[in-house]
């Protein structure tokens, strides 16, 4: 069974940084894609950016020069610079492979200062 858990949310101010890591447990082995979306307040979940396990990658239009996916065998990152306040959300890592697809249960960035 496919397990993930995200950790790194938090509080910090605009302009500062964070990162973002997903520990994943119980993958198969193939062609997949990791990734993070996020779902602000009262608004849909969206891409931020995923990773192949090809090492292919793709962002988000307003994350793209501010943040940075990357994985190895088992783990998910996100490093996130030059953070906004439109940054603010519930992060979620996901696992996605032949259609299906497996969330974390999120973890809580806020930009504010």
């Known amino acids: 069974q496919v397990q993930l858990v995200e950790s790194g949310g938090g509080l910090v101010q605009p302009g500062g940084s964070l990162r973002l890591s997903c520990a994943a447990s119980?993958?198969?082995?193939?062609?997949?894609?990791m990734g993070w979306y996020r779902q602000a307040p009262g608004k849909q979940r969206e891409l931020v950016a995923t990773?192949?396990?090809?090492?292919g990658t793709n962002y988000a239009d307003s994350v793209k020069g501010r943040f940075t996916i990357s994985r190895d065998a088992n783990t998910v990152s996100l490093q996130m610079n030059n953070l906004n306040p439109e940054d603010t959300a519930v992060y979620y890592c996901?696992?996605?492979?032949?259609?299906?697809?497996?969330w974390g249960k999120g973890t809580l960035v806020t930009v504010s200062s």
């Open positions: 996901n696992y996605a492979r032949l259609g299906v697809d497996y």
């Open positions: 119980g993958l198969i082995f193939g062609s997949n894609a």
């Open positions: 990773i192949t396990n090809s090492g």
